[in-house]
């Protein structure tokens, strides 16, 4: 794995704004929209690039015009399964560069249903007179998004610890007005209130281990129409419901500690244990065209509104401090003295914590063309315009200020480019496609994602089967705490290989 320095100087510049703005990666994570995990086998098969063709369910999220091209009825539905490989390295950033500490390896694999639906046609026949052809009316359910990631790392790290970022975050802060990670280092007998701030009841530098669990996904559920104007001119409109639940769990460790020192209390190890789970829920809406001006091509273009979500947030945090036998604290309040055993208290437990806000997500503009090679197949590419510096956040239990600022500072707009292509043989499909989607981080360093995406498929007049793999990279970063000086650092390079199938049945 390679680190760019850049790359760490960039992304730890926007993250640490974001440690106060902690609302600000929900613009991302929830905004996105990946037409590869959602769409039937086919249009996954040629990279998503769907834009200006039709007779397909997926039409009912991408383009809604596209379902103008069904002549007939059709059930639907695509089983799938992703098989999630994370390769984490860990290091520290500081004034001497990158140094690498160590690289670990995770896997996990999800199973889930990539669409189910039903287009009910309504058309007027094939040998109709009439301009006006009629039209389908689409009800479906498809997948938008998937948070299944498991990243794991350790290594030592020889500069500071997270008693170092809980000591700076405090400042000189009341015990009462601490953070509740700060409050729970004082439960722990971790910091102790001194002249002006906070000190360490321990020194020395740890090794440290991290465990970031996501699970959870995204799914829409669509209701969407397609007509047909004398099989040139198709247009379609529908409405999408959003419903997605998101978990996320980060188990910290720090062990074996390095002491400065022999003369004080021997701390074995500290766990931190940080969960937050997210439901909402949400709408949209969609317009579409696509235009036959000569038979062998097809352009489309279709609108996405914004999704307006309403998110509920619950979050704890636990904390514990394994302490030598024997180790002790002792304190003088108010003439009174009293001394601690820190080998047998028990560990901190958080309140849970509620909150309730609202995301506005960007709106999409696609443009699309297919070129049809009489009836041997097709080429097809798209363009998706989106910026996610229109994101927003909005809430009455929190201030989103800091957050809304650092979406319009950090976030950009983005160009997604997807191309694939049909051969048919027969009642056979060959398939192939190819997609970019740019990081919509400002100056980032790191790779676009990118997607390779393959697949065949078996087409009669009564039902048909297709089959897609779908391989797909990018890069996501992770830092434990936030330090003044030597930062460590989680970069992971994430591959995701889907396999779907989708079976349709013609009535």
Known sequence: MKVRIYTLLVCLLCISVASEAQYFEDALRFGSFNRNLGGTARMQAIGGAQTAL????????????????????????????????????????????????GSEEAFRNNFNFANIGTVINFGKGRYTDDKFKGGSLAISISRNNSFHLLRDYQGENGSNSIIDNIIQD????????????????????LISPIDGGYGAFVGGFPVQRESIEERGSHYQFNVAWGGNYDDRLYFGGGMGVQILNYRQ??????FDFLLNSTDQDSLNAIRVDDQISVRGRGVNFNLGLIYRPVQFLTVGASYTSPTFLSLDEESFLD?????????????????????????????????????????????RVNLGAALFVGKNGFLSGDLEFVNYATSN?????????????????????????????EYRIE??????????????????AFDDLTSVSFGFGYRTFDYFLDFAVVSSS??????????????????????????????????
């Open 427 to 444: 009642n056979f499909r060959l398939r192939a496609g190819y997609a970019i989607f740019p990081d919509p981080v400002k100056n980032s």
């Open 474 to 507: 990018r890069q996501e970063q992770a830092v434990p705490y936030f330090i003044d000086g030597d930062q460590p650092v989680a970069t992971s390079d994430i591959t995701n290989t889907t396999v779907s199938v989708t079976f349709g049945l013609n009535f």
């Open 249 to 254: 769990e980060r188990v910290y460790e720090e």
């Open 54 to 101: 039709g007779g397909d369910i997926s039409s009912a999220t991408v383009n809604p015009a596209g379902l103008g091209f069904f002549n007939k009825s059709v059930f639907v539905v695509s089983p799938s399964i992703d098989f999630i490989n994370a390769n984490t390295e860990f290091g520290i950033f500081g004034i001497d560069g990158y140094q690498a500490q």
């Open 170 to 189: 405090a400042g000189n802060e009341v015990v009462d007005n601490l953070s509740e990670l700060g409050f729970a280092a004082f439960d722990q007998f």
């Open 393 to 421: 956040i909005n809430s009455t239990d929190f201030s989103t200020s800091e957050d809304n600022d650092l979406i319009d500072q950090a976030l950009t707009s983005v160009m997604n480019i997807r191309v694939g292509g």
């Open 319 to 363: 904390l514990a401090a394994d302490w030598d036998a024997g180790s002790t604290f002792t304190e003088t309040v108010d003439g009174i003295e009293e001394t601690f055993d820190l080998a047998s208290i028990d560990p901190y437990q958080s309140n849970l914590f509620v909150n309730q806000y609202r995301l506005r997500t960007p709106q």
